[in-house]
């Protein structure tokens, strides 16, 4: 689904952001790519969808080698993905629906036939009763849950998350962990996920890339291996510690500051 | 605050001061060309309505004020969107909008009314010209000021710029753009009396002009009044458009709140 080599990133007069960068993501795979702050783990989603084009190297997406993409292609590789930012970025003139049904008018896709779609989805994530609200009626976990079915609506083969639940309170946030593996399980889409949060990455993920800032690299790729559906009683196994541990001195080794 | 003891108090409040107003220019034998007391500025203001008078002039200038300030507003809605969506228009016009805008636009009425006459559109003219630069300066800001996230969450969708400009720029400088009117309307109506200062056949600014002509102090205060009334009017008019659609703004929220908290 997703396969990148050698990939670099640099901006002129600063150490590379990202240098060289090989890995892959299955397809419906459930990848979080972890990493302390600055190690570069949103340029690299950023490239993913072409908001930025590497400096080297190649990425390809869906089969499609995007970093040398026309302009005139872009668009049709972003109907394929789907993107969570870390804000849920809600237009407060659109009612819930109307927010959910954004990318369906941005791409002409016909709201009738993505109504039923959207009800579906909003069902999923337990907002049924909610389509007709306002986006500041409701709380901040609703509200990425409405940009989680906003992401999902158009039906795109990958979903890109960029640290979604870091602004929610811990609760809220295990609340939404929880939802989007059952969300995963259900849709069986591709997700990449970033987080600098250790134990959530291996609470979820099939497999943990750790990055490591300065230059921005991949220092490992775990796989983990845990049964699904997780509960958060697996945080407590000496299973789920070894794996963080394990993490944990990777970022303390390459110096790594909010580990 | 709005309890009917508060009420009661400021209606009492009100009568006071009218009446010591009435009582000390009776007391200290005040000409009325320099102070008239209440009682001959409500005759004054009966006369004006039941002969026709006021009305007619009354007409003549909301006529002329609504006309500029419909102009004046679709103007700089129009120029203000121009130069936030073009570089080159920016370039080219801002300098001299900019020099424009420091200058007191009231000042410009003697010639416009050179220009355009005594009539109407000379006065339309002026008041749409002061109407006017509220709504270029926050049609520009508006547009300009949509948050970077939306729009990188709109490009991510795959949305062309013209869909990026209605969906997201447009909505977005609504507050920008109500905040404006709220001024231009306003605005508008300054510009109005100011033109028919200068010289006119119609309107409450003329009317005042020569009852200073004539020393009716009391008729000039009964004008002032139905001057205020109608720019509360209008603004409140404003304010209601704005309310209906601006239901989604923060702002507007929280002013709505509060009135739900002191009602």
């Given at each position: 689904m997703i396969k990148l080599f050698h990939v670099k990133k640099v901006y002129p007069g600063d150490p590379p952001v990202l240098d060289d960068i090989t890995m892959r993501v299955e397809k419906g795979e459930f990848v979080w790519l972890t990493g302390p702050s600055g190690a570069g783990k949103s340029t690299l989603l950023k490239l993913l969808f072409c908001a930025e084009l590497p400096s080297s190297g190649q990425i390809i997406v869906g089969g499609r080698n995007i970093g040398r993409i026309t302009q005139g292609a872009v668009p049709y590789l972003r109907r394929n993905i789907g993107v969570v930012f870390q804000a849920p970025v809600l237009f407060p003139w659109r009612t819930v629906l109307d927010n959910v049904l954004l990318p369906i008018d941005v791409q002409g896709l016909g709201r009738d036939r993505f109504l039923p779609v959207a009800m579906d989805l909003l069902a999923l994530v337990g907002l049924r009763e909610?389509?007709?609200?306002?986006?500041?009626?409701?709380?901040?976990?609703?509200?990425?849950?409405v940009a989680i079915t906003r992401a999902l609506v158009h039906d795109p083969a990958m979903l890109l998350m960029d640290e979604p639940f870091g602004a929610l309170d811990a609760m809220t946030r295990e609340h939404m962990n929880l939802e989007l593996q059952r969300i995963w399980m259900e849709k069986k889409k591709t997700v990449f996920f970033i987080t600098h949060s250790i134990p959530e990455a291996v609470f979820l993920a099939d497999r943990v890339l750790v990055m490591t800032p300065r230059p921005g690299?991949?220092?490992?790729?775990?796989?983990?291996?845990?049964?699904?559906?997780?509960?958060l009683d697996l945080m407590t196994t000496p299973e789920f510690g070894a794996y963080?541990?394990?993490?944990?001195?990777?970022?303390?080794?390459?110096?790594?500051?909010?580990? | 605050m709005r309890s009917p003891k508060n009420v009661a108090l400021s209606v009492l409040l009100f009568c006071a001061s009218?009446?010591?107003?009435?009582?000390?220019?009776?007391?200290?034998?005040?000409?009325?060309?320099?102070?008239?007391?209440?009682?001959?500025?409500?005759?004054?203001?009966?006369?004006?309505?039941?002969?026709?008078?006021?009305?007619?002039?009354?007409?003549?200038?909301?006529?002329e004020t609504m006309l500029g300030f419909i102009a004046g507003s679709a103007l700089g809605l129009i120029l203000g969107t121009a130069v936030a969506l073009s570089r080159p228009v920016e370039f080219f016009l801002y300098p001299y909008i900019v020099m424009f805008q420091s200058l007191p636009k009231v000042a410009l009425a003697p010639l416009i009314v050179v220009w355009f006459?005594?009539?109407?559109?000379?006065?339309?003219?002026?008041?749409?010209?002061?109407?006017?630069f509220p709504l270029l300066v926050n049609t520009m800001v508006g547009l300009r000021s949509a948050d970077e996230e939306r729009v990188s969450l709109m490009r991510s969708?795959?949305?062309?710029?013209?869909?990026i400009f209605w969906m997201l720029r447009l909505p977005n400088s609504l507050p920008f753009v109500m905040a404006g009117l709220d001024v231009a309307m306003i605005f508008a109506l300054i510009g109005a009396i100011v033109a028919e200062f200068v010289g006119a056949q119609k309107g409450l600014g003329m009317l005042i002009q020569s009852m200073n002509f004539n020393m009716d102090v009391s008729g000039q205060f009964s004008i002032l009044l139905i001057l205020s009334v109608v720019g509360l009017l209008l603004n409140r008019g404003v304010m209601m458009i704005r309310k209906r659609v601006l239901f989604w703004d923060p702002s507007e929220k929280e002013r709505i709140d509060q009135e739900r908290v002191s009602a």
């Open positions: 909610f389509e007709r609200r306002y986006p500041w009626e409701l709380s901040g976990g609703m509200q990425q849950r690299r991949i220092v490992d790729d775990l796989a983990i291996k845990l049964p699904r559906p997780r509960s963080t541990r394990h993490i944990r001195a990777l970022f303390n080794v390459k110096g790594g500051l909010d580990a | 009218v009446g010591a107003w009435e009582g000390l220019v009776r007391l200290f034998e005040v000409p009325a060309f320099i102070l008239p007391p209440p009682s001959q500025v409500a005759l004054a203001l009966w006369r004006g309505f039941s002969s026709g008078l006021y009305v007619q002039h009354l007409s003549h200038t909301l006529l006459g005594l009539g109407l559109t000379s006065k339309v003219i002026n008041a749409a010209l002061i109407a006017f969708l795959a949305a062309s710029e013209r869909q």
